[in-house]
């Protein structure tokens, strides 16, 4: 935590405070899976429900404070992985009880403009975007069954879209044009009318 809120005064300082500086914050749920490990949570959802609700609740509140810190150094904008809300870990019923009040409690509690990152194969976007108050959502759009089109045709009126351009592929082995193909595609997609920005998934 000081080595990051370090980072942010230094940025601040050697941009004299011109440019944005995106802070982070992390979905608790994602943070217990890095400490416990994936495995051990997974069990603890079924054996020691208790146990995860009590180290999930304090996770909630470092980063509330992790928020304020930043923002008392002028962050305004930050990006939270939520990188377990995806049906290839964890069904609807578990993430509802494990994932979502401890992802609002810090959203509720921030009142700055949040990007979520939402992984995996199967991403609850449906419960990220239709429930979570954010700014915008990214996910590998190029790899999920959830294209750029079809996520602004249900949401383009409710929060800005983060995509277009596959990470995995195109951005590591791709040549220039097959990039530019694919970031035309993306604006095709998604920008008409604005709530679009062009990104890697």
Not at 69 to 87: C, D, H, N, W, Y
Request: glycine content about 8%; aromatic content about 6%.
């Amino acid at each position: 935590i000081s080595a990051s809120l370090e980072a942010t005064e230094i940025i601040r300082e050697e941009t004299n405070n011109e440019i944005p500086v995106l802070g982070a914050v992390i979905s608790p749920l994602t943070i217990a899976t890095w400490i416990r490990g994936m495995a051990e949570v997974m069990r603890d959802v079924k054996k020691n429900p208790d146990e995860l609700h009590k180290g999930l609740s304090i996770l909630a509140d470092i980063e509330c404070d992790m928020i304020d810190a930043q923002v008392s150094l002028g962050t305004e904008i930050f990006v939270m992985p939520v990188t377990r809300a995806s049906k290839d870990l964890f069904t609807d019923k578990q993430y509802e009880e494990f994932g979502v009040p401890y992802d609002l409690k810090i959203l509720k509690h921030s009142k700055s403009y949040i990007i979520v990152h939402v992984c995996g194969n199967y991403p609850m976007l449906d419960t990220i975007i239709g429930r979570y108050p954010i700014s915008a959502v990214n996910w590998w759009d190029r790899g999920t069954r959830y294209s750029l089109k079809d996520i602004k045709e249900k949401y383009g009126d409710k929060v800005v879209l983060m995509g277009g351009l596959d990470q995995t592929k195109t951005l590591i082995i791709g040549t220039p044009k097959d990039v530019e193909n694919e970031a035309r595609d993306a604006i095709e997609q998604a920008a008409i009318n604005g709530g679009f920005i062009l990104s890697g998934g």
